[in-house]
């Protein structure tokens, strides 16, 4: 789903008001990854629309000066490798937000607003099952096939089969510095 298709999942305009509530008027920390990154935009007025062309497969993202400094992101190499799969990104970001990283197809690869909420849109959350399970999912597959051709699937998961252990580990990290910023804040 993507975050204008409110009328095909209404449950989107709860979701993105409680997003505006959590962030924007009590200040709570927030970390959402893809449509979490989307949401975050969003809610807090910034633009989401879908890209010339997706994003899929295991493919490199850049830190911006900004996200080289950041709590959550400093102890990541300036440009490292993630898992991506989307065909929306956020086009223009909140007020206030700071681009933490970007990558050739998606300039917002990763936001802040604020002290403590935070929206990536690459994918944090992976395991060795992902790749499979997504493709299963009619759109997810259709967008595999349109962007990596009919044997994109078995690349993509070689691919991510040698890269898990790097994701697994900047996961980690990244989970860890988000705790931080939290118990700081």
Known sequence: MDVWQENEHPWLVTEKAAVREAVAERGLPYLGI???HQLLADALGGEVGSMDASEVGVMPVELTEEGRADPLLQDFAERFLCLQWHGAAVKRPPAGATILA?????????MRVGGNAYGFQYHVEVTEQTVQDWAAIPEYERSLR???GPDGLARFKADMDGALPQFNAAARRLYDSFKAVVRAG
Do not use: I, V
Not at 102 to 110: F, K
């Open 102 to 110: 970007s990558s050739p197809l998606c300039a917002n690869q990763a």
């Open 34 to 36: 893809c449509l979490g």
């Open 146 to 148: 349109e962007t990596l």
